[in-house]
Each structure stands twice: as C-alpha cells, then as structure tokens.
Nanobody
Framework: QVQLMESGGGLVQAGGSLRLSCAAS???????????MGWYRQAPGKQRELVAT???????NYADFVKGRFTISRDNAKNTVYLQMNSLEPEDTAVYYC??????WGQGTQVTVSS
C-alpha cells in the first residue's frame, strides 16, 4: 500500500505562483523511484484530467493547457513529486491530485485562483 500526502495548495491571485508537493510512503518496500508520478486535477462539474507526469528517468509529459507555465519534478531520495505552477489563471482552479504508478491517489489539495 502506498500513501500520498499532498500540500501546497491555497488561494492565489491570477498571475501568481504555487508549488505543490506530494510525499509518498510505503510500508511494503515498493521501490517508488521506479514508478511514474503525476498530477491530475478536477474542477467542479468536470472530469479529472491529466496535468503532468514524470517517469523514473525524469521524462516529462504535460497537458497542453499548462505547457510553459507548470513544471513537474521529483526527488527520489524523498519519494516526493513537485508541481511548480506559475502564471496561474482562474481556469486553473481545481482540486489537484497526486498519482503514483497510475494506481495510487492522494486526497487532493485545493487550488483557487482569483481574477
């Protein structure tokens, strides 16, 4: 079993920045450093959508709507994945979820961008 703890969400004005963190822990000895980690988001009334992923080799993939604004990174020593979000827009308002290995989900952290 993998547990994910997200942090860093909050309220920010349009054009501002936030940095999300997601720390993964496991008691089962799963080698998280070999897993793809990612961020997804879900806005009210909408389906959950991919924001960005990063593989164990640090290859990244971004949704078109965040390219050039968001950066995903990871620290394998800490089993942590980050999402640096710059130039935030009101349309980025959503609950952001961390994901590991396309299987494990965090509880989500709210990001609200005011206009």
């Amino acid at each position: 079993q993998v547990q994910l703890m997200e942090s860093g969400g909050g309220l920010v004005q349009a054009g501002g920045s936030l940095r999300l963190s997601c720390a993964a822990s496991t008691a089962s000895g799963i080698a998280l450093r070999y897993s793809t980690m990612g961020w997804y988001r879900q806005a009210p009334g909408k389906q959950r959508e991919l924001v960005a992923t990063i593989t164990s080799g640090r290859s990244t993939n971004y949704a078109d709507f965040v390219k050039g604004r968001f950066t995903i990174s990871r620290d394998n020593a800490k089993n942590t994945v980050y999402l640096q979000m710059n130039s935030l827009e009101p349309e980025d308002t959503a609950v952001y979820y961390c994901n590991v290995a396309s299987k494990y989900w965090g509880q989500g952290t709210q990001v609200t961008v005011s206009s």
